[in-house]
């Protein structure tokens, strides 16, 4: 337990702020206040002249005169203060009465702010302003680092400053850190070279030099991932220990068969996920594993030979996808592999026939039909199972929970069945390790050789008749090209206009009859939007001009060149998504980068990383770091189990290893952690924040 005190009982604060704090930064007590960390520092101790100062520098630091105050429009106060090596101005539109009595002309003071260009000039807008301290430069308490803590405007407002959330601190610290009790048993403290808790909170706030400041950020970001795996980790333990897998130790005729007749040898990534999957279904555990791959890594392979596995232990095997499209296409796509193994399977989806829906019924009941793939008219349907042993999963986020466990209840073969998610979104690591704790991981790292790869290019307007050109000559030698038109709000016109702009352009350049264009966007009706997608799709069109809309795994291997505009719009994921769909076929493809000519440094660096690597986890990795978790694609309607306070799953990857590895140590030697050692950690677990359920998406 923690300090329980509430902080309206600290000096300054009152049932008025308290609430504020509660309401704003959901702080109620002074051991919640005290895990308020700071989220950068300011070294107070340095000063930047002003004449050195650039609008690109983070914050800087002035010690400067008032030269001159005017109040402009009655709602903006200008200060123009000077250092000596310079003049700049601070501008207030807010507590404009209270900053004008306080800084009168020839006053110093020290201003601290981010500076901004603005009409070609340099000012601070809103600078915090301090008295200059006897002796020379401002001392925090402890050392020269002050922490900036997180803040509203109303806090503001209150009167909850930046130097009131300092002096609430040292009260803090001074009345509720020796009731804060040591989250971690004392061994792992040892064992982890982590400083103490008490240390780690004293200097996380006042950091006594930088070194004790790192090493309490480490020890905080450590206990903080720590906790969550051994979270998350737990609950699979618990549930390995109570669930019983089927045991399928063989590798069975049917899969030697199949292994033989390949036309291709595995990748190494491959083979590598295969064997983990092997492990898992000789384990005599469940298999509950996510298998992640780029578009085109070969998942269908390590599922169909994962199902042939099954069917060599003598059990049935399923094959879910999201779409009646996507389950076609994998049925005619595994039969070429299923053929020399004499194995039979069916499709069944929500359009198969009344007459052919009862054979494939009688089919699953008797064991006849090894493997079945279809929609969610496997599970919805009152389709009955002999034996099912495995579950195969396309795309994790369109399957609920709910949905799964059905699967349990659809076999006799005595224990749930093993489980396998696919998906194509690459999610980073530390990310996959977080949202999906408790399952395993595996990841198709490689492509198949022989693939050629897509060239990216980065162009802008000045190199549209070069582009032009280009695509002129792809269509000569046969080629389709699809040009994609960033649509992020469906309901935003200036898109359509710029869509239908860029449509009639392609028109008038590229001329009817001898080339042929397809617009497809979401405003059309749907059965134009069909006519138009197919007229693509069977070449009847040379060009198809979209919306970032285009469906989701259309096929057209003939496509060479993807044309994005206004590529800066668009996140890494999804320019990559859109990439995958050339470079399908056999044919060299290009992907082109259109941009304006300036672009921020975020969106530089984006189409950078584009031209520079195909890599989708290189490129969610770094996504997750410009963006943040939460944003990544495909993950927001998951979240975060439990959001952090300190660590960053972005950037603290090491650290997270590094507690994983530590959690499933302690879970290994003590499951339940009922050792007498491991008690603190009880006690942490059974706190509200860890009591989540079903976010491990699978059961
Ligand atoms: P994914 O499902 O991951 O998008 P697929 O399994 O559909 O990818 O594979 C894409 C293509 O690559 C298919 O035509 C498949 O036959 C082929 N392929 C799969 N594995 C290999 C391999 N090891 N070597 C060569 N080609 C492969
Ligand atoms: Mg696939």
């Given at each position: ?13 009152g ?13 109620s ?21 002003i004449?050195?100062?650039?609008p ?20 903006r ?12 101005e ?21 201003f ?57 601190m ?11 009790r ?14 103490p ?63 033989e007749?390949l036309?291709?040898?595995l ?13 898992d ?23 169909v ?41 069916a ?75 696919m998906t ?18 595996s990841?198709?790292?490689?492509l ?10 980065h ?14 000559e ?17 309901t ?22 001898e ?32 919306t ?23 996140g890494?994921s ?31 660096h ?34 975060l ?20 590895e ?8 003590d ?14 677990l ?14």
């Amino acid at each position: 337990m923690g300090s329980d005190m509430e902080v309206q009982f600290l000096p300054g604060v009152g049932p008025k702020r308290a609430e504020l704090l509660r309401k704003e930064l959901g702080v109620s007590t002074v051991g919640e206040l005290l895990r308020l960390y700071p989220f950068r520092y300011i070294d107070r101790s340095t000063f930047v002249r002003i004449a050195d100062a650039r609008p690109d520098m983070a914050y800087v630091q002035f010690k400067a005169k008032v030269l001159r105050v005017d109040l402009i429009d009655r709602k903006r106060l200008s200060v123009w203060v000077t250092d000596g090596s310079g003049e700049m101005e601070m501008v207030f539109f807010k507590g404009i009465k209270w900053m004008a009595e306080k800084l009168k002309p020839e006053a110093e003071f020290i201003f601290f702010g981010k500076p901004t260009a603005f009409n070609g000039k340099m000012n601070i807008v809103h600078p915090e302003v301090d008295p200059v301290p006897e002796g020379g430069a401002a001392k925090a308490t402890g050392g020269a680092m002050t922490g900036v803590y997180p803040s509203t405007e109303k806090l503001k407002n209150a009167g909850i400053t930046g130097k009131m959330m300092t002096r609430m601190m040292e009260a803090a610290l001074d009345r509720g850190l020796q009731a804060e009790r040591e989250t971690l048993p004392e061994y792992l403290v040892r064992q982890q070279g982590l400083v103490p808790l008490h240390f780690a909170m004293r200097n996380i706030h006042f950091p006594k030099d930088m070194v004790s400041l790192e090493k309490s950020k480490y020890r905080l970001k450590f206990e903080e991932l720590f906790l969550l795996q051994l979270s998350l980790l737990k609950q699979k333990y618990v549930r390995s220990r109570n669930t019983n897998g089927i045991l399928m130790p063989r590798v069975g005729e049917a899969f030697n068969k199949c292994y033989e007749a390949l036309p291709f040898p595995l990748t190494g990534a491959q083979k590598r996920v295969i064997t983990e999957i092997r492990n898992d279904l000789k384990s005599g555990l469940q298999m509950n594993r996510l298998l992640q791959g780029d578009v085109g890594s070969g998942k269908t392979m390590v599922a169909v030979l994962t199902a042939l596995i099954a069917i060599g232990n003598g059990y049935q095997a399923c094959i879910m996808a999201p779409t009646e499209v996507l389950a076609q296409q994998h049925f005619k796509n595994i039969q070429k592999f299923l053929a020399p193994t004499g194995v039979k399977s069916a499709l069944l989806t929500g359009s198969t026939k009344t007459s052919e829906r009862r054979e494939v019924h009688a089919g699953l009941e008797d064991g006849s039909i090894g493997i079945i793939v279809g929609t969610h008219a496997l599970i919805e349907d009152n389709v009955m199972f002999r034996n099912l042993g495995l579950a195969i999963i396309d795309e994790q986020h369109r399957f609920g929970v709910e949905q799964r466990s059905k699967l349990w209840r659809k076999t006799s073969a005595g224990a749930p069945p093993h489980v396998l998610v696919m998906t194509a979104t690459p999610i980073p690591r530390t990310l996959a390790m977080t949202l999906y704790g408790d399952l395993d991981v595996s990841v198709i790292d490689e492509l198949p050789p022989g693939r050629k790869p897509v060239q990216t290019i980065h162009a802008t307007e000045g190199k549209r008749p070069a582009l032009y050109n280009f695509m002129k000559e792809q269509i000569r030698q046969g080629r389709q090209v699809f040009v994609v038109y960033p649509l992020i709000n469906e309901t935003e016109k200036l898109d359509y206009q710029s869509l239908e702009a860029g449509a009639e352009d392609i028109m008038n350049k590229f001329p009817f009859p001898e080339y042929k264009t397809a617009v497809v966007h979401g405003k059309q009706l749907n059965d134009v939007k069909k006519f138009n997608m197919d007229a693509f799709a069977a070449g009847r069109a040379d060009i198809l001009v979209a919306t970032s809309v285009i469906e989701v795994g259309v096929d057209v291997p003939n496509a060479s060149v993807m044309v994005i505009e206004s590529a800066e719009r668009f996140g890494l994921s999804q320019l990559h998504q859109l990439r995958g769909r050339v470079g399908r076929g056999s044919e060299k493809s290009y992907c082109v980068l259109m941009t304006g000519h300036k672009l921020s440094k975020e969106s530089k660096h984006r189409i950078e990383l584009m031209c520079a690597t195909e890599n989708g986890f290189e490129l969610a990795e770094e996504d997750m770091k410009m963006r943040g978790p939460g944003d990544l694609e495909g993950t927001q309607q998951s979240g975060l189990p439990i959001s952090l306070n300190i660590a960053s799953l972005a950037k603290d990857g090491l650290i997270l290893n590094a507690a994983r590895e530590c959690a499933d140590a302690v879970l290994r030697e003590d499951p339940t952690l009922s050792l007498l050692k491991n008690q603190p950690l009880k006690d942490e677990l059974r706190k509200d924040k860890y009591q989540i359920k079903d976010y491990s998406k699978i059961s």
